[in-house]
């Protein structure tokens, strides 16, 4: 094993009171950017099995009154709430008061699919429920209340999938487990999570807030990059929890995630009704990289960033390694940040790519590819391309050049000189990309190149959530307007568009019989089809 050599040959021999003072200096590196009083923050905290935990701090929890952050400012952790719903769900069903493999008519008794999907499926991202963001941002600009999102949810007469059949990663399904929460305790589910997942696990100053709460003054302000340095975001506040919205302290992480994910020997790999397996369950990601075990998850939202992971069954430590990462910034990767921890303290063996996002992919043997224009995003950035199959194997040709991939198992192709693969899959008319099991890409099949047309006008899709979006011209080319939000889109190919907020991909198609369609394209959205009227 080569290690890096600050840390040769004595990494793994030291005690805890070698580091009891001070990290690594290669470690320490890593908040050098951050060392600012005009720059967010960064915590970073890592502890080698009983060993004390040790933390790097950098940067500012309030850049405007000079304060710093420490280990101890709760930071919004997003998706890293989820694993305290979980478990917060696994209370119930210890106390045999419901049963994973029951299905949701109990809770849900008006929704067309509470009869399909079972607890079960909602813990591990297997229910078939669209995402329902990108909906909510499109049909109702402002977030209400819990009722109000569960409603949105119910009203989805068509799944994506027959549940247990296929995994695809949705918020809905925790926003479901916080409403089957309060439904069961009589409680909020706040006060529900803070009463008996929180404090009990000692977690004192943890808590959520709602979207008129009063933030307490110890709270880290959220930054967004700045053409001139960081700027104060709105706080990701909300009345809608479950999926996100758990203010924690890098140190309350820490412990926290020597009670859960330590013990997370009890949470396995789930399996699809076809016996594959998902490296998602209960809130967090499984994974096996370099032969050691990983429990991870990350976590975003505007002005934030995070990751946690705990590491087991290496030989180079025999001891579990716990990771966390919080950052008062969606400019700074947490998730990258700790890779590179991670490979600090246990070698280059372990160094891996690690994306913003990461999907499981499933592939389907008997899908095949469908050629044409794909669009979507890699690794944060919009990637077009040409797919085609060439004498067998698929080509895959861009701005950049075209690459080719042989067939390997399970219907997918992948290059002989890199981990990278490609998969048709989550979806029909879709592609996933993975590099190293990492997902850096998800791309849907856009219309075909035609001859210009005026695509202005409304749109309509009413099968599984209701979207309407109207299309008008502008001095600058085109508008998208939908639940009074106006965004600009700018052209990317022909008859391909992207929204000023980088977030939509649209592509319009005139069918032979004169209608119009729309694929619209979110990255949590998916992609939908909709029909001028």
């Known amino acids: 094993m080569k290690f890096p050599k600050l840390l040769a040959a004595t990494l793994l021999l030291v ?15 890593l908040c050098d950017p951050y060392r600012s009083d005009a720059s967010a923050g960064m915590v970073i905290g890592f502890q080698l099995g009983d060993d004390a935990p040790i933390f790097e701090t950098c940067g500012m929890a309030d850049i405007a009154n000079g304060i710093a952050l420490t280990k101890d400012h709760p930071v919004n952790v997003g998706s890293l709430t989820k694993q305290f719903f ?18 949701l008519m109990r809770f849900f008794p008006e929704a067309p699919w509470a009869g399909q999907i079972k607890i079960k499926h909602l813990v591990s991202h297997m229910s078939g429920l669209r995402e329902h963001w990108a909906y909510w941002m499109l049909a109702k600009p402002k977030a209400d209340t819990l009722a109000d999102v569960v409603a949105l949810i119910s009203s989805q007469d068509k799944l994506k999938f027959t549940p247990g059949s296929e995994f695809s990663y949705s918020n809905a399904n925790y926003i479901l487990i916080a409403d089957i929460i309060q439904q069961l305790s009589g409680k909020k589910a706040r006060d529900y999570i803070v009463e008996h997942v929180l404090r009990p696990s000692g977690m004192e100053k943890s808590d959520f807030y709602a979207t008129f709460d009063a933030l307490p003054e110890t709270i880290a302000t959220a930054y967004t990059p700045s053409d001139t340095g960081f700027s104060a975001a709105r706080q990701p506040l909300s009345n809608i929890i479950g999926d996100g919205g758990l203010y924690a302290s890098a140190s309350e992480m820490l412990h926290w995630s020597r009670r859960y994910l330590d013990s997370a020997g009890a949470v396995r790999k789930t399996l699809l009704d076809n016996g594959n397996a998902v490296d998602y369950n209960r809130g967090v990601w499984l994974s096996t990289h370099a032969g050691c075990d990983q429990v991870e998850h990350g976590g975003s939202a505007p002005g934030i960033s995070s990751y946690m992971a705990v590491v087991t ?6 001891k579990n390694l716990r990771v966390i990462i919080l950052a008062n910034s969606n400019g700074i990767n947490a998730a990258a940040i700790a890779e590179q921890v991670k490979t600090i303290l ?14 499981s992919i499933v592939a389907d043997p008997g899908r095949d590819f469908k050629p044409g224009r794909y669009a979507g995003f890699f690794n944060g950035q919009i990637l077009m391309a040409k797919f085609s199959m060439d004498a067998g194997r698929l080509k895959m040709k861009t701005d950049k050049g075209e690459r080719l991939f042989v067939k390997a198992a399970d219907g997918r192709f992948a290059r002989a000189d890199q981990p990278l693969v490609v998969a048709a899959s989550s979806g029909e008319n879709s592609i996933r990309m993975t590099y190293d099991t990492l997902a850096l890409a998800y791309l849907t099949l856009m219309p075909p190149e035609q001859d210009s047309f005026d695509p202005s006008g409304r749109y309509e899709n009413s099968e599984a959530l209701p979207l309407r979006i109207t299309i008008q011209s502008s001095k600058d080319g085109y508008v998208m307007k939908a639940a009074g939000r ?10 391909i568009y992207q929204s000023e907020n980088g ?4 592509g319009f198609e005139k069918a032979e019989e004169g209608h119009i369609y729309l694929t619209l394209f979110h990255d949590s959205l998916g992609a939908e089809q909709l029909q001028r009227i």
């Open 15 to 29: 005690s805890s009171a070698v580091f009891a003072a001070d990290p690594p200096a290669a470690i320490s590196k």
């Open 86 to 103: 979980a478990q917060a769900l696994l209370n119930f069903v210890e106390a045999d008061e419901i049963s994973l493999n029951q299905d």
């Open 503 to 506: 977030a939509y991909l649209l």
């Open 313 to 318: 069954g290496c030989e180079e430590t025999k």
């Open 346 to 359: 246990l070698g280059d063996a372990h160094a891996r790519q690690f994306p913003a996002y990461r999907q």
């Open 486 to 495: 106006t965004l600009e889109l700018k052209a990317l190919a022909a008859g």
